[in-house]
């Protein structure tokens, strides 16, 4: 069959996006296997930056085929490629997180009297982090 018309062009391009949402999904979970409080950061954050790129990749290489084209495009960029930007916004925020919680970690080697409810108030919430994750 041959991508000539918008609507085919669309349908392509959306199963090509699933398919990399769906292989970054296995790839940073190890299929399934992992979830992002097993790993330790420096991997994960290895990981989320390799499927970032890869969007980046992606879309860009997309961009100039747009721009190199001499046909018009006329299909919806968020719809085409929306679930995967989402998934690239929540990687970012994860990564975030992270860094947040690799900063707070000192505090549990702080020994400073009347540090303990600080410190303890941290793990709960740490804890609970995990737990919805």
């Known amino acids: 069959q041959f991508y000539n018309t918008s609507d085919c062009m669309t349908h392509l391009f959306v199963k090509i996006t699933n398919q990399m949402v769906f292989a970054c999904k296995e790839y940073i979970t190890e299929k399934g296997l992992l979830t ?3 790993y330790e950061y420096p991997e994960l954050r290895e990981k ?7 969007y980046d990749e ?9 721009e ?3 046909r018009e495009f006329h299909f919806s960029e968020m719809y ?14 994860i990564v975030e997180m992270f860094d ?3 900063q ?8 400073l009297e009347g ?5 303890n108030k941290y793990k709960v919430f740490l804890s609970g982090m995990q737990k919805k994750g």
């Open 36 to 38: 992002v409080w097993e």
């Open 48 to 54: 989320i930056e390799s499927c970032l790129e890869l």
């Open 58 to 66: 992606y879309y860009g290489a997309y961009l100039d085929m747009k």
């Open 68 to 70: 190199r084209s001499t």
């Open 80 to 93: 085409t490629f929306g679930k995967f930007k989402s998934l690239c916004e929540r990687l970012r925020n």
């Open 100 to 102: 947040i919680i690799t």
């Open 104 to 111: 707070y970690n000192t505090l549990l080697h702080v020994n």
């Open 115 to 119: 540090f303990d409810p600080i410190i």
